[in-house]
């Protein structure tokens, strides 16, 4: 799939757009992200739009919708695979929403380094994504970068024990299901734009959260300490609407693809891991508590929690095995690499 988009970018480029007729009124396109402002997506939001808008001479145009202007990402995550959104920036919990495979990614305490994630998820699972996301209505045209997820809460969390039988938010999929019963905490789903609702009235009391979302969102204000567990490496996806990828030209679906193409994930994820640490700054500068734990600590976290993956795998169905095992066969293969 990734070649299929960088051919069509290269055939951009030999057939080009000067001699198309030039359109009175350019195509427009919603994108949506629950990006809050002020964050690198939000710069990566802004660099895609320009990008686009200069390659295509104006013939395209993307409005950008932040901070969940369209909804939360579990109502727009379907609004892509129905055409009803053309282009939006998720978390992979939301592209797991259609493509439930995919939130194998976000297994916790899976990966043992960036650099492993990295290497698996950009050699060994994009076309296969890509594959999934498609029969399910949406196009991949790149990976993005969500950030490092920690414990967070109204309390200090420092042992897995802590949470049990705390009413806790639970990422709306099944693999965060999973995690937090291999805890013995009491799990409530909510989307990224009811948490802060959810702390407030009393129905949660903790969650786990990207720092990169945490802040800029206001949580730390309304749970205040961040155990650093690091447990989850969250990674996100570009798409575009299968129905609306349809509509567009061949030229268009190429300056889409080389635009995409030439902001690469480490790009993108460089810009948002570049700020996760300025974001725990500001957080304590705010008043709020960074608890960092020894790796004895964090060992006992995840050996709470890894028991649990064959239930995580089984849960998500599909193409689950194969999906699991394409990033088992990936970790070796990078392991030999490196």
Not at 234 to 241: C, F
Request: charged share 20%; net charge positive.
């Amino acid at each position: 799939m990734r070649q299929l988009l960088a051919a069509a970018a290269g055939a951009a480029l030999a057939i080009g757009i000067a001699g198309a007729a030039a359109q009175e009124k350019p195509i427009e396109l919603r994108y949506t992200s629950g990006a809050p402002p002020k964050t690198p997506w939000e710069k990566q939001i802004n660099r895609f739009v320009d990008d686009v808008a200069r390659e295509s001479k104006g013939q395209i145009k993307i409005v950008p919708y932040i901070n969940a202007q369209l909804g939360n990402e579990q109502d727009t995550m379907q609004q892509i695979a129905r055409g009803r959104i053309d282009v939006g920036g998720f978390s992979v919990t939301a592209a797991a929403l259609l493509a439930p495979e995919l939130g194998l990614m976000s297994v916790p305490f899976l990966w043992k380094s960036h650099a492993e994630f990295d290497c698996v998820q950009d050699n060994h699972l994009f076309d296969f994504s890509a594959e999934l996301l498609e029969k399910r209505g949406a196009i991949l045209i790149g990976w993005t970068e969500v950030g490092t997820v920690d414990v967070v809460g109204k309390k200090p969390l420092l042992k897995p024990e802590d949470v049990k039988g705390m009413k806790v938010r639970v990422a709306p999929s099944k693999t965060a299901a999973v995690f937090w019963k291999a805890l013995g905490a009491n799990g409530t789903p909510l989307g990224i734009t009811e948490i802060n609702s959810g702390l407030q009235t009393g129905l949660v009391e903790a969650a786990d959260l990207p720092i990169t979302f945490y802040f800029p969102a206001g949580v730390g204000k309304l749970a205040p300490h961040v155990t650093m567990t690091q447990h989850v490496l969250a990674g996100g996806v570009s798409v575009v609407s299968k129905q609306t990828w349809k509509k567009l030209d061949p030229q268009h679906q190429s300056i889409i693809s080389k635009v995409a193409l030439s902001s690469p994930p480490e790009l993108l994820r460089k810009e948002v891991r570049g700020m996760e640490a300025y974001l725990r700054q500001q957080h304590v500068k705010a008043g709020g508590t960074i608890h960092q734990i020894s790796e004895a600590e964090r060992d006992a976290w995840r050996r709470m929690v890894e028991p649990s993956w064959p239930e995580m795998v089984k849960s998500v169905g599909g193409q689950g095995e194969k999906f699991w095992k394409l990033i088992q066969d990936g970790k070796k293969a990078c392991a030999k690499a490196s």
